[in-house]
């Protein structure tokens, strides 16, 4: 409610300031630079309140940095002015003084425009470490929106977070700590090979999200103001620290630091719990072709994994390992590691989405138990119940 009040007095103040150019030219018999005049204010406002409102997602450091670049150019440019007036003079001479007063006043504004955008467009690129050059004052960061992703080094090496990058899901800003690249660094040059495998993936993902032009990466060379005497302070713990004091949330896979992030009361994006959501959904009752690929940790179980790495766990089917077998999902079972699919394999042709009788030298002859017929029609029929007299 408050800015628009601010909008709205901004608006009569320019129309009354327009009106009264136009009253005085007009008093002094020129009314065609009154309408000039006015004109000239109402669209110069009309283009600071459009610029306003079009931008509406403000930074106090780039604020800060336009207008001390302003006034740093000013200084300078008056500065240089002076220091250059003499070559002036003895490039430019002429009998008439108001001509060498007017060709310096054409020198001072034109050093004076250049110093100004020097020292803005150098102060926006360089507004995050613009408490360095006045040590004392910093302005508190205040997050609105999304807030930057903060990426562990577990999620770094996973690699998953390119792909995820490159669908334009995520658009805030990614944050790699300096510490997480020392990290990386170190794991890169271990003697142990899988290790340094490790390693040097890790840093070919972050080449790879450095070139992608569709997503913010920064390197933040910042700590946790409460890690800043402790050298020895595990990389987790900097990382929630550092999470936390620049309103950021933690891209991880580890479930440890998931637990302690929340402990501390930092959000926490774990890419397992995204790829878990995403996977194909299995209900009770659906058919589910896979292929049998090892046996279970229980009598008679086989295991088969679908394309999205989903775990199938097959009752009576260690004997149709290394075979395509439909399977009828009977239970389905989430767990913070991933999703666990249970249920018995049904006779059925290859491919077909129907359960079909058993027949001599099919699948039912392979394993025990009653299966689920079609009629001719399409009619599904259940399983009947075994007979106790016909073993």
């Not at 327009?18 to 109402?42: S, T, V």
């Not at 080094?153 to 792909?163: K, Q």
């Not at 079972?333 to 394999?345: E, H, K, S, V, Y």
């Amino acid at each position: 409610m408050l800015l628009p009040l601010l909008r709205g007095c901004y608006v009569v103040f320019l129309v009354a300031l327009a009106a009264a150019a136009f009253a005085f030219f007009h008093a002094e018999d020129a009314p065609a630079a009154g309408l000039a005049a006015a004109a000239a204010i109402l669209a110069a406002g009309a283009v600071v309140l459009a610029t306003d409102i079009r931008e509406k997602n403000k930074q106090i450091a780039t604020i800060s940095a336009v207008y001390f670049g302003l006034l740093f150019g000013l200084l300078i440019g008056w500065l240089f002015s002076l220091a250059l007036e003499p070559i002036v003079d003895s490039l430019y001479s002429h009998p008439d003084p108001g001509r060498v007063k007017h060709v310096h006043l054409i020198w001072q504004f034109a050093v004076t425009v250049m110093s100004c955008y020097i020292a803005i467009s150098t102060l926006l690129q360089t507004k995050d470490d613009f408490r360095f050059i006045i040590p004392y004052v910093e302005f508190a960061k205040q997050l609105k929106g999304s807030k930057p992703l903060v990426l562990d080094t577990s999620v770094i090496i996973d690699g998953r977070i390119a792909d995820l990058c490159d669908t334009r899901v995520v658009d805030t800003k990614l944050v790699v700590p300096r510490f997480v690249l020392q990290e990386l660094q170190g794991i890169a040059d271990s003697s142990d090979k899988l290790k340094r495998n490790r390693g040097r993936r890790g840093l070919d993902i972050l080449k790879r999200l450095q070139a992608n032009t569709k997503i913010e990466l920064q390197m933040h060379d910042g700590v946790a103001g409460e890690s800043r005497n402790e050298a020895k302070t595990r990389v987790d713990e900097r990382l929630v620290l550092f999470a936390r004091a620049i309103g950021g949330r933690v891209v991880t896979n580890d479930f440890n630091l998931n637990k302690i992030a929340q402990l501390q009361g930092v959000e926490v994006i774990n890419l397992n719990e995204i790829a878990n959501s995403l996977k194909t959904v299995a209900l009770p009752g659906e058919y589910i072709q896979v292929k049998v690929v090892k046996a279970g940790d229980q009598i008679g179980q086989g295991v088969g994994y679908l394309d999205d790495g989903t775990m199938i766990v097959i009752e009576h089917g260690r004997n149709l390992i290394g075979q395509d077998t439909s399977v009828l999902v009977t239970s389905v079972l989430q767990t913070p590691a991933g999703r666990m699919i249970f249920g018995r394999p049904e006779a059925r042709p290859s491919g077909g989405y129907a359960p079909v009788p058993p027949g001599p030298g099919g699948p039912a002859s392979q394993s025990s138990g009653n299966y689920a017929a079609v009629t001719p029609s399409g009619t599904y029929v259940p399983p009947k119940p075994a007979d106790p007299s016909n073993p």
